[in-house]
């Protein structure tokens, strides 16, 4: 293992890798670092120092190249820079500046490996290592699976501090005094005599400047930033109304379109006739899209009413069509031919089923929408050999090199103005709006097109969390679990998702496992296996993905498996977890909750411990059986983040995920008839209500572990917490998604 700190003016490199067959992967290719992409449109009088420091007149601009959804990574991102660079927050301006494989995320392509995050085995490492290597020469900028601050965490700090070496080396220069009796602060370098240069008045200089192998970062004690609650950069435009979404682009002579797709998944059109669209005020052109059509008007609304007066003939269905086929299809795949992999085998598990108390159960959970407010959306403007994109998107680089491959163009001739995003949850990691942009545009060549989506297209042609089946056994013993005995069935993400952008690795799919087989509980017998269904309906990324639904089964087995054990619920899991920061959630959620105080009759405390993208969370979800329904009254969350650089923010998110993953619970489910979803809209696919809403109480752990991510990690826990916690209330036991086909709720 090895630490990379290579910098450069064009490029930042940092990481650790372990190099295997360093000859095959080419290390000396390995280490040269990317392109800076700020300079190939650098504007007069501006200066990259590094890809994440732009230096004009006005001041300093962090590039932070992760897409902004609400999770407020702008903010820590820059903070990451600030902190090195000595610039005031208020002075700082923040950009997501181009897509370029300089921002390729290594800790995304690292995390999906086929391993535990706590596995630390020579193997599990030297694929991670071999994945980081992978990682840079595919050059995918990405934001996903809680790896932003991870990946940023060492390159964005060292990228800070290179910026600052230069410019202090450049007033070195100019005021011929040692660097190192110079010092920065509030953007400016400062002599000992009092003399102050700005960093604006540096920048020409500085970017001149070769920089060293290696830089020394600022000890925790001296943050400013990191560490401490921070105003969010985004905040003042979100609430004013000022912040310019994709949805918001106004571009001069602009035109506005929608796009109107098979009802039925991946169908074809087969014929259509537009003559009564054409007929219709303000429509300028109706354009077959594969799959559909797609109309061009002068406003939204017209193309939107236009779209729909289009008569098409579509082809079949070429998936199961209804919902009953879709699931049946998942529960014929326990089967030896469909064997993803066996991802664990401790023990004898049918000694010690045969030992003790036996227990099964059958789990399911359904397709889910990922209902982003703001629906899919991007512009296109195709001119003189250029192709501008305006849209939030998570894979700048994805989406610019697929949009070029559309257009005809080289990737060099297509740029990418990557905006913020109502929502993203991995939906915005697929391309399909972005492409049909440009094929719009194509047809309108010289005029700038927005694309927007009706909300029910949105709905019904997302990539959708896969359904699941779970077949689970264990065996209990006086007060303890014995065995576990875990199988699911489920579609493959990472075959139908990466099919889709030609990334689909050979192998298992970990994401169907993800959270099955990986949690920290000390149980002797223990098999866990996956099985694959076969492709479908398109599946992708959602909101901690497979921990989602397995995150469900686990979890609410173990209440289970307590319940015939006549133990505690926290006192079995106590006593399982080996994981010292796993048992510290575990027990800061107990206080939180309160959760030795008994509660009267009709109400309820569920708990569920799940451990996500390397962040141990433990949730306790309080609940009251009213004559009306389920009525949640407290939502208790612990979680262990490693380093919490923003800890509001880091809250924020904890909440925002388990929310999530309540409202899923409660109401989440996408159905077929025909082969077409049935659900079109919110009143169709609802959310919590603000009264419905809990007491929320947030704690989070620092226990110096890895710096970890928490996108996603809240979400887990939400499900089981919830059902456990109606079982304890009424005696009732669901073991099927939503939880309103069972239960009423207020």
């Not at 372990?18 to 650098?42: I, S």
């Not at 995390?111 to 994945?131: I, N, W, Y």
């Not at 090199?401 to 990737?411: N, R």
Request: include cysteine.
């Amino acid at each position: 293992m090895s630490r990379l700190a290579t910098l450069t003016r064009r490029g930042v490199l940092i990481g650790s890798v372990a190099v295997l067959g360093g000859a095959a992967f080419g290390v000396w290719r390995y280490r040269q670092p990317h392109p800076n992409p700020l300079l190939d449109t650098l504007p007069e009088g501006s200066h990259a120092i590094t890809p994440y420091v732009r230096i004009d007149a006005q001041g300093v601009t962090v590039i932070t190249p992760r897409a902004e959804m609400g999770q407020g990574v702008h903010t820590t991102l820059a903070a990451l820079v600030a902190e090195e660079l000595d610039v005031d927050w208020d002075d700082l301006r923040v950009e997501h500046g181009p897509p370029g494989a300089a921002y390729y995320n290594r800790a995304m392509l690292v995390e999906a490996v086929p391993f535990g995050v706590l596995d630390h085995s020579a193997a599990a490492e030297a694929m991670r290592g071999t994945m980081g290597v992978l990682a840079k020469f595919i050059g995918l900028q990405g934001t996903g699976g809680s790896s932003s601050l991870p990946d940023a965490f060492d390159k964005m700090r060292l990228a800070g501090a290179a910026a600052r070496f230069a410019l202090v080396a450049a007033a070195a220069q100019r005021l011929g005094v040692p660097a190192s009796a110079l010092k920065t602060a509030s953007g400016a370098v400062v002599a000992p005599d009092g003399r102050r240069l700005s960093y604006p008045e540096l920048a020409a200089d500085a970017a001149r400047v070769d920089l060293p192998d290696a830089l020394p970062l600022k000890p925790r004690a001296l943050w400013r930033y990191l560490g401490k609650s921070m105003p969010r950069v985004d905040m003042v435009g979100k609430c004013t109304g000022t912040a310019t979404f994709g949805i918001d682009v106004r571009l001069p002579g602009m035109v506005f379109a929608t796009v109107r797709m098979n009802p039925a998944l991946d169908a074809p059109l087969t014929a259509f006739d537009a003559t009564a669209a054409k007929a219709m005020r303000g429509v300028l052109q109706v354009v077959a899209l594969p799959g559909g059509i797609g109309v061009v008007a002068d406003n939204t609304w017209r193309a939107f009413q236009a779209a729909q007066a289009v008569r098409c003939t579509w082809g079949a269905p070429v998936y199961p069509p209804t919902t009953a086929a879709l699931m049946d299809a998942v529960a014929a795949s326990f089967d030896p031919r469909h064997e993803d992999k066996q991802w664990r085998n401790d023990g004898d598990v049918d000694q010690a089923m045969a030992a003790g108390q036996a227990l099964e159960a059958e789990y399911r959970v359904p397709y889910l929408a990922h209902a982003t407010m703001e629906p899919m959306n991007a512009v296109a403007w195709l001119q003189g050999g250029r192709l501008d994109l305006w849209t939030g998107t998570q894979v700048p680089t994805l989406a610019r090199d697929q949009a070029a491959k559309v257009a005809g163009l080289d990737a060099a001739q297509v740029h990418v103005h990557t905006l913020p995003m109502g929502g993203g949850f991995g939906r915005r990691a697929e391309s399909d709006y972005v492409l049909q942009a440009v094929r719009l545009a194509m047809a309108m060549p010289g005029k700038p097109v927005k694309l927007t989506w009706r909300r029910e297209e949105d709905m019904g042609h997302d990539s959708y969390r896969p359904p699941a089946i779970a077949r689970l056994r264990g065996a209990t013993g006086p007060g303890t679990v014995l065995a576990l005995d875990l199988r699911v069935a489920s579609p493959s993400v990472l075959a139908s998702q990466g099919g889709r952008i030609g990334l689909a690795p050979p192998g298992p799919d970990k994401l169907i496992a993800d959270g099955l087989h990986d949690q920290p509980y000390a149980l002797p017998h223990w098999r866990a296996t996956t099985y694959r269904t076969p492709a479908s309906v398109p599946v992708g990324s959602w909101r901690s993905v497979g921990n989602s639904f397995n995150g469900f089964f686990l979890e609410s087995f173990l209440d289970e498996l307590a319940h015939q054990a006549d133990a505690d619920p926290m006192a079995l899991r106590r006593a399982l977890l080996t994981h010292a920061p796993s048992r510290a959630v575990l027990e800061a959620v107990a206080k939180l909750s309160d959760w030795e105080t008994p509660l009267e009759a009709g109400r309820g405390r569920g708990l569920a411990f799940h451990l996500s993208f390397g962040v141990p969370v433990a949730e306790v979800v309080e609940v009251t059986a009213t004559p009306q329904g389920i009525r949640i009254d407290q939502l208790s969350i612990a979680a262990d983040v490693g380093t919490a650089l923003d800890p509001r923010n880091i809250e924020a998110q904890l909440q925002s995920g388990a929310l999530f993953g309540l409202s899923a619970a409660v109401f989440g489910e996408i159905t077929f008839a025909g082969g077409a979803v049935e659900q079109g809209n919110f009143h169709q696919y609802d959310t919590l209500r603000m009264a419905q809403v809990p007491r929320i109480r947030v704690q989070v752990l620092e226990g110096g572990g890895p710096l970890r991510g928490v996108g996603e990690p809240g979400t887990p826990p939400a499900a089981p917490a919830l059902a456990n916690a109606i079982f304890r209330a009424t005696g009732q036991r669901i073991r099927t998604l939503p939880l309103r086909q069972h239960i009423a709720f207020v």
